[in-house]
């Protein structure tokens, strides 16, 4: 019930001010996170819970698949105020194993207007078709994929006006591909990562994940 929403907001909301009469005010009177995550829309993958932060030290844009489409202009409005306005020092990536828009690009079914915003993952299967053939288990190819996806998404990333605009300026931004296991609850750095001070990732990652 959606009563229930609202009476959970009201003990959480009660059980704040009583640790800390003046948690509202402080963090209605700072933004100021260190973090940009940019992740998948999944209900399962919430970046504040799987990361220990608490509210205010994340800036947080999720869609399905985690995708970095630039000429989407709700991410890129949100990279931007994350760069410029809030001069976050890092940009987390974060897929997970299990993910639906990864199925739902490679299973040949239609799903709708999705097909098309998923279109960059099929463009990355394509892409290393000769690497993900060879694995025989559909659930492991997947797995993969979902790797492969992260550090596809973080060379779009890079290839950004604003984020070549502000490593050319000498802003510290590092970008990081992380992977996240729903059977486990546990976050994989890819090792895919790039700053202003390193060539853009090739896509070719280790593999993370094991069947």
């Known amino acids: 019930m959606l009563t229930d929403l609202l009476d959970h907001n009201i003990k959480w909301a009660t059980e704040r001010r009583r640790e800390d009469p003046d948690y509202f005010k402080k963090l209605s009177e700072l933004q100021r996170p260190d973090y940009l995550w940019i992740g998948c829309s999944d209900s399962r993958v919430p970046a504040n819970v799987i990361t220990g932060l608490k509210p205010g030290e994340v800036f947080v844009h999720r869609n399905v698949g985690n995708l970095v489409h630039r000429g989407d202009l709700n991410l890129l409005s949100v ?106 609850g546990l976050i994989r750095d890819l090792e895919c990562g790039v700053s202003g001070n390193e060539p853009r990732p090739s896509g070719q990652i280790q593999t993370i994940h094991s069947a």
């Open 79 to 184: 990279v931007e105020f994350a760069v410029e306005a809030l001069e976050v020092k890092h940009i987390i990536v974060c897929g997970h194993y299990g993910c639906g828009g990864v199925n739902a690009a490679m299973d040949g079914h239609r799903h709708g207007i999705v097909d098309h915003w998923l279109q960059p993952v099929r463009d990355v299967a394509e892409s290393a078709d000769g690497q993900l053939s060879k694995i025989t288990d559909r659930e492991t190819r997947l797995n993969r994929l979902c790797e492969l996806n992260v550090a596809a998404q973080i060379d779009s990333l890079a290839r950004t006006p604003i984020i070549r605009s502000a490593w050319q300026r000498g802003r510290d931004i590092r970008i990081h591909g992380w992977i996240y296991g729903l059977n486990d």
